[in-house]
């Protein structure tokens, strides 16, 4: 048991940052499944454009976080513990648009390829989860709830793993375009990367949990 | 000198916990080398199918070492040092694992190949010297046989990358056939891998007698 | 604010160790631009080897700074935010290295390539301003100076980003000897990551200068 708990009551800033930053992954999550099932390129790009905005409004709380972490002696749970988790909800956003962003960048048309709108679909759900597990945070009674979130998160990880590895399977023995071999092989790890982040995400909520139930 | 080594004779769970999951990535290692050195596809896929078994066992320690961390105000060593090692060896099995699944996935031979033959009796080597260090760890008076181990783990790893640099460099001249080229590098990067996280294992414990000697 | 603001005049040995892994950077990336402008193989080889050289120097430094962090109960600023600094300043150093190196092993010609040239400047630019900003670090009176070299770090990672993505454009759409296409991509991406740990190693400095401000 940390020490840390008896000023748990303080510096509800950080809850408010994590919520903020897990509502726009929320959102960039909705975003990624539009991109993918959309088959115009432009109407992509308008997507993609937006997206971006949102990857920046992220960088941005992920910077106040670690600003009002350096400025707090005590916080609402270890140190360690806030910076592992806003650094896995900046790469959950990050590796979101940074798979968006490719698909236009390769000109990789994703509606074909159900490997990809499945992977988008899954992360989709994940976040759903990492959203309503930081929700509960603040209120640390539901250590169940917590627990479910992190569950279907690692659910949707090994059923993402499952579907990466067909994707990568298919591609290896039917694409003879081997240029796009390559580029799809980079999305395929992208959005692959997401659902690991999201893992990363739960984990540390469990364990922040775990410590203070 | 940190002043946890006045708490040091307690929470012998660690080690326990950290020798477990050590000789576990001994077995691992050990079949490893089975898998490469195994012509016959299905009864690689026997090896590959036990190796997960070890490599969930693995995760399920690293989960337990997380828990326990949290739980505990008062530690053996360093809290952000028990969180190291346990990430390291979590890695170790981490990319072991991936490489022998990843031979059948892509349906590369391996027997035939001296670079990834040599790589997993190097890895072998090092997982071994490895295991010898979390075993000094619970008597810290042996700090020169943690050194000894650590050197090893690092001439290790400089063997393995030289050892690299000859698969890919030979792959590069003489593959024609681009996607096995693509396949064969990416199970070299993952062997490569393997021997970095032993080294990243042996600097952490390195640190962790020199802070207790 | 930290508690440890308190006992900052101490431990200048971490000063001293930074200021000589920034300074061996400089040293480095001077070497990288010479190195993508050299024409003759041999040449670039001889610029290499003294490379291999500053950064087992970097290798050494990095080590003394863990070994250092471990032997001190206090020291100048937040050990979790000197652990990140060394470990920002040791990549930077590795993937100039493995940079330089890859271009005489994959026997990629740079001179003709204005990407890597390019981007090469951009990184020796980068790593002044990491300079400039670790010599304000014994000083923490001028938050300003380091500031303004966290910003410059910032800019040259977003050009980088861009000539990276024109790059990777141009390999794809022009580069029909896919070999040669794996290996330029391969060494973008190095590239990229330099100016990539050149801004986590400005975050970190920015984030310890807005806590002892």
Redesign the interface.
Known sequence: ???LKFFLPKDKVFYTLFESASANLESLAAKLVDVVNESDYNKRATIVKQMEDLEHENDKLT?TI??E???N?ITPFD??DI?SLATALDDIADYIYATAKKLN??KVEPTSDQGIIKMADAIKESVLSVNRAVLELRNLKNINKVVECVIKINGIENQVDDIF?LS??NL?ENETD??L???K?EIYQNLEKVTDKCEDAG?VME??V??YA
Request: a positive charge; aromatic letters at 16%.
């Open positions: 048991m940390s020490i910077h670690f600003v972490l350096g400025k002696f140190r360690e910076h960048f390769y590895d990568i399977e290896f081997i240029k071999l390559i580029k092989r984990n364990s922040i775990v410590k």
